[in-house]
């Protein structure tokens, strides 16, 4: 007489060993869960501004003329800072009739040319020299600067590696109080450690607005002060414990 015996799960041939993970803490392995924080303040490494270029004429063709010479003139004083200039980039242009206010019908009375260039330095000394020049050209006005750090700064790579030191001396003195002690990393999530490239707020002393012509005499270069700016990252971590002496 033979006896058949029913074959076994895949879990149970596997063994106890084979049991999936607890999604939770275990009495013999707890959690703990933190947020590590880190905020650096550091030097910007590059500023931007912006110039718009202006002109007006009675007719269209004239307007577009003194702003297109306006224009190459701005232009070919921003190229020539050489490396100084990092990035150049020619934004909006519109031409726009304005109407006589007087008169039957629509007369034009006047064209008016408008034309937005960003300029991004790195060196900060050609910044207050350039800044100044270009203010000081014809229906011309500059804003900025708008100090900021690039995308691949060291900066950020930094301040992450501060907010996971932080998460680990925060678990660690969590599983301290408990009398027990880090056992193992299980989770490591970045909540998004870059810091907004959106250029910080222009600090007051680095704003230019001219308008007007050019005087005889070469304007005085600004003294800019830049603005520090301010790196933040942030994780959340989970660690296994060692069991607690409670």
Do not use: C
């Not at 830049?226 to 069991?243: D, L």
């Amino acid at each position: 007489m033979s006896t058949e015996v029913p074959p076994h799960s895949a879990a149970e041939q596997a063994g106890p060993s084979a049991a999936p993970a607890a999604p939770f803490g275990t009495p013999e392995a707890p959690r703990v869960a933190v947020r590590g924080e880190a905020s650096l303040e550091v030097d910007p490494e590059i500023a931007r501004i912006a110039i718009t270029v202006k002109a007006r004429g009675s007719d269209r063709r004239s307007a577009l003329e003194d702003l297109t010479r306006r224009n190459l003139a701005a232009l070919e004083l921003i190229r020539s800072y050489g490396d100084a200039v990092e990035k150049l980039e020619t934004g909006a242009f519109s031409i726009t009739p304005e109407l006589s206010r007087h008169g039957r019908g629509e007369r034009v009375r006047t064209y008016h040319g408008r034309v937005h260039l960003t300029a991004v330095l790195a060196d900060f000394t050609a910044l207050g020299e350039l800044t100044t020049r270009l203010a000081d050209l014809d229906l011309t006005s500059v804003d900025g600067p708008w100090w900021g750090l690039r995308p691949d700064s060291p900066a950020h790579g930094e301040a992450r590696r501060e907010a996971v030191l932080e998460a680990v001396k925060r678990a660690r003195e969590y599983a301290g109080a408990l009398g027990a002690s880090l056992a193992a990393l299980v989770e490591l999530a970045d909540l998004g450690a870059e810091a907004p490239m959106a250029y910080a707020a222009p600090a007051p002393a680095g704003m230019a607005r001219a308008y007007g012509g050019a005087s005889v005499e070469a304007a005085p270069a600004l003294d800019l002060e830049p603005h520090r700016q301010t790196v933040y990252a942030q994780v959340n971590a989970r660690f296994t414990i060692t069991p607690p002496q409670l």
